[in-house]
């Protein structure tokens, strides 16, 4: 595939599991060019994220790619919540022993490295956001022209029909800085929201690590030994589940192949005051809403396509 046909895209992670998944996804993706890993905190420190996001494209051998850090805390509030250990291990990728980068992190803000690249390749570029919204919210805040500049943000969060994963209703990557998601989701940029709706339906089965381990190449043996671990908290914390899920990569998917599901306009708040229902995302799914849209929601997903997709890609 040509450069030129390719989709330019900013990865936004909190590396991650899953997000380590997903940008071997998007790097072993033809359809993609990778302009850069931008880091936030989330399942792991901010550090940590760039560190993950770093080990990973050098698994990758793609080493070239920038990781831009960003947002070590909320916008505005104190941490909701800490590392998710119990899902991505101490280091955030399964406690597998890696070895420290080799490479660093750039001297920037992930904020800036956003306005520069949607400054760049005006209603080009598409970030897709998988960890916190704070750097998204942030690089609005430092140019908000750049809602109008970007093509789409697609966005890894929420949950707007089903319960949520770290409280009754709130989706992770909402909860840990709802301030951020509701000033994004009001600022007027194109959104596609990949949330639990759709991602709890897109699992992992356990025997695609087995799958990997015999592949045996460098990276589905990586990918199998960040996986072990991710796995065992699914079965633990969702009895009966058939896999792990792939949250992160079903963003990229939607991207490579919007055919994989299928959205509805619904406009969407988060709740960034309530006693029981902190970041949760509020879909008004009445008949006859009250305000317009602001985002184009993934209710349903060619699950067994998509899985797939992704497993020819990670080989
Ligand atoms: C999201 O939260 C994080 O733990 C995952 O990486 C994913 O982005 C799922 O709720
Ligand atoms: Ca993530």
């Excluded at 901010?46 to 993950?52: G, L, Q």
């Excluded at 400054?119 to 022209?145: F, Q, S, W, Y």
């Excluded at 309530?274 to 985002?295: C, F, H, K, W």
């Amino acid at each position: 595939m040509k450069e030129a046909t390719k989709q330019p895209i900013i990865l936004d992670v909190d590396t991650g599991i899953d997000d380590a998944m997903a940008i071997a996804y998007a790097v072993r993706s033809p359809e993609l060019e990778l302009l850069g890993l931008t880091t936030c905190f989330g399942n792991v420190t901010v550090e940590e994220a760039s560190r993950n996001s770093l080990q990973v494209l050098e698994q990758l051998d793609r080493d070239d790619i920038p990781v831009i850090p960003g947002a070590a805390e909320p916008l505005f509030r104190p941490p909701l919540k800490g590392k998710t250990v119990s899902v991505h291990g101490h280091n955030g990728l399964g406690d597998a022993e890696l070895s420290e980068p080799k490479g660093a992190a750039l001297d920037m803000h992930a904020a800036e490295f956003i306005v520069e690249q949607a400054r760049k390749r005006p209603h080009e570029v598409t970030v897709i956001a998988v960890g916190t919204m704070t750097n998204m919210a942030l690089a609005i805040m430092k140019d908000p022209e750049i809602v109008h500049l970007l093509k789409r943000v697609v966005i890894m969060g929420g949950a707007v029909t089903v319960p949520g994963n770290v409280t009754p209703h709130a989706e992770a990557n909402i909860y840990a800085d709802p301030e951020a998601a509701e000033f994004l989701f009001r600022s007027g940029v194109p959104i596609t929201l990949v949330g639990l709706d759709v991602t709890m339906k897109t699992l992992l089965p356990r025997a695609e690590l087995a799958n990997w381990r015999e592949k045996n190449t460098k990276l589905s043996r990586f990918m199998a030994d960040i996986t072990d671990y991710y796995m065992d908290s699914y079965t633990s914390f969702y009895p009966g589940i058939l896999g792990c899920a792939l949250h992160d990569p079903l963003a990229v998917g939607v991207v490579i192949d919007p055919t994989f599901v299928k959205t509805k306009p619904i406009h969407v708040q988060v709740d960034t005051e309530g006693i029981y229902s902190i970041g949760r995302t509020v879909g008004d799914l009445r008949a006859r809403a009250e305000q317009e849209p602001n985002m184009d929601v993934c209710l349903e997903v060619d699950a067994d396509r998509f899985l797939q997709h992704f497993l020819k890609r990670i080989v």
